[in-house]
């Protein structure tokens, strides 16, 4: 009693946490309870006390020995997270939140909002704020508010490797300085992926630092599908990188196993605000839409994908345009946004049901454009193709874009679609596709494929292969 007693009146973390640490396992839980309320309850939210997010209990304890694994993708004005710990043998979300409003100045108003493993909601937060490095110290006085655990890796989603990183890597002081080179590879996200790196160094310092790149997973491109051809200096210098690798990887993988085979040939299609097609021959991709930088490939919400280039140039030529306004025109401006004034694909898709002439135009260029990669990849594949497989927010949601994909193709059934499934077979039972008989002498069958991304969860998957 005397010894618990003291507890309460010592409001030093640091000791809280190791009497927690090194207290006998024989003693009761409810001996434990009073050391435990005072480490939740001493560590406020950024400096600010909170009822919701700092709880006066440990929401989750880790009662395994496997390490928690943070995953981070801090954009441009926002910071995402999930925390991941082992729960009857595999890792689950035991967290998930948000920090957003986060900008370089520090006169917005930015908020923190979380999620636990229970899907409650919890009351919002104001940051001090709207630094990424504040953000993060709002995160990690949660997580050690209200995870009694390790954090053994915090693995970073980075949109640009470039040659240099073809493979998830610990991110030490060499490999960071040499991702700093590639920032202008990717100004607008590169940046933001380091700040989040660096917060997170300074929030864990004794944890792994993980690195896993969009690039990566096309870095099995042959030469005749990432080179551009220009002047031979320019074409080494300039050349397809491809994106979305982490997303495309782990669904491809997914259809995999769902198929039960070795390895598969598959047409992969991230279909969000921002889209992208993948042609995967015996597991690896050997073609992909984006090219040097995301802004490539399909149309998008409010990306362009691909023009021809002299209208660029005629763009700063002939409309007196400086080449910032071109690129915000063409990043921001275009797209589903500059066809329709919306980029909100559920929002066109309504559109077109309805026959207002340019929702229907900008979804009709969509599905048009997404249907004729479906073709020219199917001709890389010779026409063996196991599977397609839609993911993304709209790839995953849209039956009607299925059918006008699919349409004339591969017949579809969508008799057993469930959005709450992580896969889903829209392939007709009884349909085959024919195969040119001077191609093959037979019928294959291609199935299509609803497959939800979790590219959180294939981040830290390839954390562990670090601990």
Request: hydrophobic share 35%.
């Amino acid at each position: 009693v005397k010894f618990t007693t003291l507890l309460y009146t010592i409001k030093f973390e640091y000791l809280v946490q190791v009497m927690i640490k090194f207290m006998p396992k024989c003693l009761p839980s409810s001996f434990l309870e009073p050391s435990q309320s005072l480490l939740c309850h001493f560590i406020p939210l950024n400096g600010v006390r909170s009822n919701s997010l700092t709880s006066k209990r440990c929401l989750i304890q880790n009662h395994s020995a496997s390490p928690g694994v943070l995953v981070l993708n801090a954009g441009s004005s926002s910071l995402k997270f999930s925390l991941f710990d082992r729960v009857n043998g595999d890792y689950s979300v035991a967290f998930t939140g948000t920090a957003e409003g986060l900008t370089v100045t520090q006169d917005v108003s930015a908020r923190l909002k979380i999620k636990s493993r229970s899907h409650e909601t919890t009351q919002s937060e104001p940051l001090s704020s709207g630094t990424h490095s504040v953000a993060m110290e709002a995160i990690a006085c949660f997580i050690k508010s209200n995870y009694r655990g390790d954090i053994g890796a915090v693995g970073h989603r980075i949109v640009h490797g470039g040659t240099l990183f073809t493979d998830s890597c610990l991110l030490t002081p060499d490999s960071l300085l040499k991702l700093s080179a590639l920032d202008s590879l990717a100004p607008l996200h590169n940046p933001h992926n380091m700040a989040g790196v660096r917060a997170a160094t300074t929030a864990f310092p004794a944890a792994l630092q993980v690195g896993v790149f969009d690039t990566s997973y096309h870095s099995t491109l042959p030469p005749h599908a990432y080179t551009y051809p220009l002047p031979r200096p320019l074409a080494a210098k300039y050349r397809r990188y491809g994106f979305h690798g982490t997303s495309h990887k782990f669904v491809v993988e997914q259809a995999r196993k769902y198929l039960g085979k070795e390895r598969i040939n598959a047409i992969s299609f991230h279909l969000g605000n921002g889209c992208s097609a993948t042609c995967v021959k015996n597991n690896v991709s050997v073609d992909t839409s984006m090219g040097f930088t995301p802004l490539a490939g399909l149309p998008m919400g409010s990306r362009c994908g691909d023009v021809d280039p002299s209208i660029i140039l005629k763009l700063i030529q002939d409309e007196g345009m400086k080449v910032e306004e071109v690129s915000d025109m063409l990043h921001a401006e275009s797209g589903l946004y500059g066809i329709c004034g919306s980029s909100d694909s559920a929002t066109v898709e309504k559109g077109w049901s309805n026959g207002e002439p340019q929702s229907s135009l900008a979804f009709n260029i969509f599905a048009y454009h997404v249907k004729k990669c479906l073709g020219a990849y199917s001709a890389v594949l010779n026409n063996s193709v196991d599977c397609v497989i839609f993911t993304g927010g709209v790839g995953e949601n849209s039956t009607v874009l299925h059918r006008l994909v699919c349409d004339g193709l591969i017949p579809l059934s969508h008799d057993n679609f469930s959005r709450s499934r992580d896969i889903c077979d829209i392939t007709a039972d009884d349909v085959t596709t024919s195969v040119a008989k001077d191609v093959v002498m037979e019928t294959e069958r291609t199935r299509v494929l609803v497959v939800k991304t979790n590219e959180e969860l294939a981040i830290a998957e390839e954390c562990l292969k670090f601990l």
